[in-house]
């Protein structure tokens, strides 16, 4: 689509005060300059992504050991681990992973909305020595005034705020970037319910000069945001600084067509559509209550 077919996607009301037509316009048109050159790359080299599935909480130390040599292994660089629970804990799993990773590849931190704001402060803080480069939701998700307080208290230390997969609205994001509350925005393919809603949030981080790497930690997340992580390089953001995508490597078994991983890279997809229907199989052992899993399941709490 062209620029003006584009913008007449998008519902500008409520976010004139921080992305005009005119300027979506432009950053779109702008967009086009080198297009192809990066369509190439993609096809090419992919997206760069990051693993969340190495340090779950919970994970034994050993099985963590394991997973990071095997994803050191298949080539990844980027390494996110689940923190919140217990601070000493945090320290000892942090430790023993930027041990494992070596100082150069990247180390970043998810909270799930565990702390209020004083706590997150303090204790990402005490995290810092193992260089974070971000700590995810470290407060409720719509606290966007808290996320300024953490942002501002942080930057000293280097380490970012990333949020963004619990908003759900253009209008949430929009003051995000106005209140300066994260670093690093995390756009949710389905949190915020269409395309056309996520093009007016890519086209804002533009404006903002803000890195989109988007959440994809859930079932066919990968599957969906795969589209508009490749869109925003080639025609919006036009640049792979601090720019990366989420990857889990389960449950994509159910998909019909799956994301590809290459190099810790995601490969554009060759298939037409959205890439997101299920094998009927799968849908049908897990629909509730007949569905074989359910069944399974229900039976298994009577006993």
């Not at 760069?48 to 990844?76: F, I, N, R, V």
Request: net charge negative; aromatic share 8%.
């Amino acid at each position: 689509m062209d620029p003006k077919q584009l913008i007449s996607c998008i519902d500008f009301r409520y976010i004139t005060d921080a992305l005009t037509e005119q300027e979506a316009y432009e950053i779109l048109q702008n967009g086009k300059l080198g297009q192809k050159e990066r369509e190439e790359q993609m096809l090419k080299n992919g997206y760069p992504a990051y693993t969340t599935s190495c340090a779950w909480l919970g994970y034994t130390d050993q099985h963590l050991k394991e997973l990071c040599a095997k994803a050191l292994g298949d080539g990844w660089t980027r390494f996110k681990v689940k923190v919140g629970a217990d601070l000493p804990d945090d320290i000892r799993r942090c430790k023993l992973i930027r041990e494992m990773i070596g100082p150069n590849n990247l180390l970043m931190l998810d909270a799930n909305q565990r702390w209020d704001v004083p706590e997150a402060i303090d204790w990402v803080s005490q995290l810092a020595e193992f260089k974070p480069l971000w700590i995810e939701e470290p407060t409720s998700p719509d606290d966007i005034l808290g996320h300024a307080t953490i942002s501002k208290a942080l930057v000293p230390l280097g380490i970012g705020v990333a949020t963004g997969e619990q908003c759900h609205n253009r209008v949430m994001f929009k003051q995000f970037l106005q209140a300066k509350a994260l670093h690093y925005l995390q756009i949710d393919s389905c949190r915020l319910g269409s395309v056309n809603e996520n093009l007016s949030v890519l086209l804002m981080a533009k404006k903002f000069q803000i890195p989109v790497c988007p959440h994809a930690g859930g079932v066919g997340l990968c599957e969906l945001v795969q589209h508009l992580i490749l869109f925003d390089y080639i025609s919006v953001s036009a640049s792979l600084e601090n720019r990366m995508c989420e990857y889990v490597d389960h449950l994509h078994e159910h998909f019909k067509y799956p994301v590809t991983i290459k190099k810790a890279a995601y490969m554009p997809p060759q298939d037409p559509g959205y890439s997101t229907e299920m094998k009927e199989e799968s849908v049908r052992q897990h629909q509730f209550p007949n569905g074989d899993v359910w069944k399974k399941l229900i039976s298994g709490k009577n006993v």
